[in-house]
């Protein structure tokens, strides 16, 4: 069975700097979907990124963008000139043959200002 | 566009009592999805329909969970009856079709407390 496994339960990053958030899963397909979803206080969850397996180029959406090392399972979220907004549950998931997401267990990151 | 609708937002009841979640998804959305969220973990699918057909409700503790898509539009989810360790938010999410790269879209959730 395919698992997520975030082994950061909390970060923090100073307003306007850098953070990267770690993701590993465990499978044995080559075919998947790779997904990083931020859940707010408010708890209404939202898609942040998403990374075709097949897909050698890192995904990149603003100031968000991954780190995708399929050889080592591997994949990381990096957050640039973080902001105030950012703060928030940040969950890795996979998609695979299973036909539905399988999440991590979250990493909680806190934003100073 | 509307976003995904859950009702009710907050519920406390105490075990071996019954309650019910409603969730109505995104207008055209064919697949719906139940997920369970204990504190401090992330969510776990309970049941996905594809309309109003299941397509996987292989983690769904039937001996207690019920949830039903009449009409393949709105779903409600049921515990009958509750234990302590069903405490968590239940998030309903909507996509377009059972396929990955269709965003899936959640709902704010309902938190139940089983007292």
């Known amino acids: 069975a395919q698992t997520v496994t975030q082994s950061q339960p909390e970060m923090s990053v100073q307003e306007a700097e850098t953070v990267t958030l770690s993701c590993t899963y465990d499978?044995?397909?080559?075919?998947?979907?790779l997904f990083w979803y931020k859940q707010p206080p408010s708890r209404q969850m939202i898609l942040v990124i998403r990374?075709?397996?097949?897909?050698?180029q890192n995904a990149t959406e603003n100031r968000f963008s991954v780190n995708f090392q399929k050889a080592a399972k591997s994949f990381s979220l990096k957050i640039s000139d973080s902001q105030l907004g950012d703060a928030a549950m940040y969950f890795c998931?996979?998609?695979?043959?299973?036909?539905?997401?399988?999440f991590g267990k979250g990493t909680k990151l806190s934003v100073k200002p | 566009e509307a976003g995904v609708a859950q009702s009710p937002r907050y519920k406390i009841i105490e075990k071996r009592q019954s309650v019910a979640f409603w969730c109505n998804p995104i207008?055209?959305?064919?697949?719906l999805y139940w997920y369970q969220q204990i504190l401090g973990q992330g969510p776990k699918l309970l049941i996905q329909?594809?309309?109003?057909?299941?397509?996987?409700d292989s983690q769904l503790p039937k001996d207690r969970f019920s949830a039903e898509r009449l009409k393949g539009v709105d779903s409600t989810l049921k515990i009958q009856p509750a234990k302590l360790e069903d405490s968590a938010v239940y998030l309903c999410?909507?996509?377009?079709?059972?396929?990955?790269?269709?965003?899936?879209?959640f709902g704010p959730g309902t938190r139940l407390t089983v007292l």
């Open positions: 999410a909507s996509s377009l079709s059972l396929v990955p790269y269709n965003e899936q879209f």
């Open positions: 329909f594809q309309n109003n057909g299941v397509v996987d």
């Open positions: 207008s055209g959305h064919a697949t």
């Open positions: 990374q075709e397996a097949y897909k050698q």
């Open positions: 499978t044995s397909e080559s075919d998947y979907y």
């Open positions: 998931a996979y998609w695979g043959s299973q036909g539905n997401l399988i």
